[in-house]
Nanobody, 122 residues
Framework: QVQLVESGGGLVQAGGSLRISCAAS????????MGWFRQAPGKEREFVTA????????YYADSVKGRFTISRDNAKNTVYLQMNSLKPEDTAVYYC???????????????WGQGTQVTVSS
């Protein structure tokens, strides 16, 4: 079992940047594929990005490719999402997620954080 706690959300203007973080509990952090989903008001939760335990493999939704970067620091049990060139349509609650199963392109989480709000103003 792993517990996930997000931080770093907030309000940013369109075109700006923001980095959100997710701290994970436990001693087997490298066993987990980590990733991010987001949910905008009135919309379903959608996949954003995922990263393998070794950080060797990453996968992005088309909507964020080239603007967002996922990374992880296994020594700190933390995964990051660097978001650049933000758009109003990126406004959502961002959820950190994890699983020990599968690969990044089929990322299906078993564990979820509580979410952090990211708001992009126009």
């Amino acid at each position: 079992q792993v517990q996930l706690v997000e931080s770093g959300g907030g309000l940013v203007q369109a075109g700006g940047s923001l980095r959100i973080s997710c701290a994970a509990s436990g001693r087997t952090f490298t066993s987990y594929i980590m990733g991010w989903f987001r949910q905008a008001p009135g919309k379903e939760r959608e996949f954003v990005t995922a990263i393998s335990g070794s950080a060797r493999n990453t996968y992005y939704a088309d909507s964020v490719k080239g603007r967002f970067t996922i990374s992880r620091d296994n020594a700190k049990n933390t995964v990051y999402l660097q978001m650049n060139s933000l758009k109003p349509e990126d406004t959502a609650v961002y959820y950190c997620a994890a699983t020990t199963r599968g690969i990044v392109v089929t990322f299906t989480p078993d564990y979820w954080g509580q979410g952090t709000q990211v708001t992009v103003s126009s």
